[in-house]
T-cell receptor, first 113, second 115 residues
Framework: QKEVEQDPGPLSVPEGAIVSLNCTYS??????FMWYRQYSRKGPELLMY????GNKEDGRFTAQVDKSSKYISLFIRDSQPSDSATYLC?????????????FGKGTLLTVNP | GAVVSQHPSRVICKSGTSVKIECRSL??????MFWYRQFPKQSLMLMAT?????????EQGVEKDKFLINHASLTLSTLTVTSAHPEDSSFYIC???????????FGPGTRLTVL
């Protein structure tokens, strides 16, 4: 079993749709959870960051972390064509070598006008 | 949000030369920085983790004598690709962990082409 599982898609939605992305993980030591958006030939852009469990909202984006289920989600409301990109979940523990990020494979999202 | 810069954004060099890539955290301190390479349509591959003032920790299979990493300050890490060859052509991306909050921010990447 991989440490982090993420459905690679591709996922295609119409403009204005609500997009739901998620990842599951197996390492109970993970405490830091992040979602990134990566456009082709660009570095990943941090969208949401959560420490431990809980929900976080920023504009059209909502991140949820459920540590008891080892499940994290990212919701995108009112999706736009400019949201078309690869979305990566990432997580880490704390301290020393546990600081390095473990990534999901990424989900390729296309938002159609 | 916090900003990480990389320089240069693109470099083309001849085989056998060395190339240095700089990674800077512009508005936060980063005790830990990471270096990745990414091939087209593939996942990020971690090369090494660098901590300020100490030697970098390299991932298995990454030649530390070929990819020299220096993390001289809390805001600067450099990757030097020594004696570059065409197979080293790739997209190199750095990231920096915010000392205060723990979030990790990525740079825009450097595209290296070795002729």
């Amino acid at each position: 079993q991989k440490e982090v599982e993420q459905d690679p898609g591709p996922l295609s939605v119409p403009e204005g749709a609500i997009v739901s992305l998620n990842c599951t993980y197996s390492n109970s030591a993970f405490q830091y959870f992040m979602w990134y958006r990566q456009y082709s030939r660009k570095g990943p852009e941090l969208l949401m960051y959560t420490y431990s469990s809980g929900n976080k909202e920023d504009g059209r984006f909502t991140a949820q972390v459920d540590k008891s289920s080892k499940y994290i989600s990212l919701f995108i409301r009112d999706s736009q064509p400019s949201d078309s990109a690869t979305y990566l979940c990432a997580m880490s523990g704390s301290g020393g070598s546990n600081y390095k990020l473990t990534f999901g494979k990424g989900t390729l999202l296309t938002v159609n006008p | 949000g916090a900003v990480v810069s990389q320089h240069p954004s693109r470099v083309i060099c001849k085989s056998g030369t060395s190339v240095k890539i700089e990674c800077r955290s512009l508005d936060f301190q980063a005790t830990t920085m990471f270096w990745y390479r990414q091939f087209p349509k593939q996942s990020l591959m971690l090369m090494a983790t660098s901590n300020e003032g100490s030697k970098a920790t390299y991932e298995q299979g990454v030649e530390k004598d070929k990819f020299l990493i220096n993390h001289a300050s809390l805001t600067l890490s450099t990757l030097t690709v020594t004696s570059a060859h065409p197979e080293d052509s790739s997209f190199y991306i750095c990231s920096a962990r915010d000392y205060d909050g723990g979030a990790v921010f990525f740079g825009p990447g450097t595209r290296l082409t070795v002729l």
